[in-house]
């Protein structure tokens, strides 16, 4: 499970004011804004490099969930093929065991205590029916909870992938303006 959040707080943060201070306190003033510059650009790439990973994580837990999707609806399938199956072998075993015993139905005492087991047999065969009827029920209901889980993973990538482009974005501006910063103090430093 990922921690979006979490993982994106400890991303290092740029202060352009404590780049000034040092770019002052240096003597060699060239010498100050290259350590800034290889400073800002280690940020910029370990931000960078914290992203993609969580892309790629990302994509492994939507890979890992829609292969997991696919293995349970083929097992679902088949657990309905199967009972399916039992029930109608199991129904048409007991309408001919119930056809044959009608044939010989008659007075005979024996007879007549077959048919009761038979009909014993009948109900706890529609108990069975039943319990396999809910359990087919329950088997439905968790591809739909596994289905709505991917489409959550899939609008969380979607997102993900959104923030990243608005965070490259905002990271060209950041490194726009700090270029410019940087050209004006060093004229300012020159002046002096």
Known sequence: PMKTGAALSGF????????????LSVNNPMMAKSTADQISDFEK????QKLEELI????????????EHMT????????????QLKE?????????????????LSNNQDLWSKLSQCEKREQLLKVELMKTQQNLQNADKMTNKLQEELEKIHSQRLSLQQYRREHSKKLQFLQEEMTKTSKSKSIDIIKF
């Open 12 to 23: 290092p943060t740029f202060n352009p004011g404590a780049a000034s201070k040092m770019t």
């Open 45 to 48: 790439t370990a931000q960078i």
């Open 56 to 67: 790629e994580e990302m994509r492994g837990d939507y890979d890992n969930l829609n292969e």
């Open 72 to 83: 349970t609806t083929r097992a679902v399938r088949m657990m309905k093929s199967f009972y």
């Open 88 to 104: 109608r072998t199991l129904k048409q075993k007991h309408e001919g065991e119930m056809l044959a015993l009608k044939k010989k």
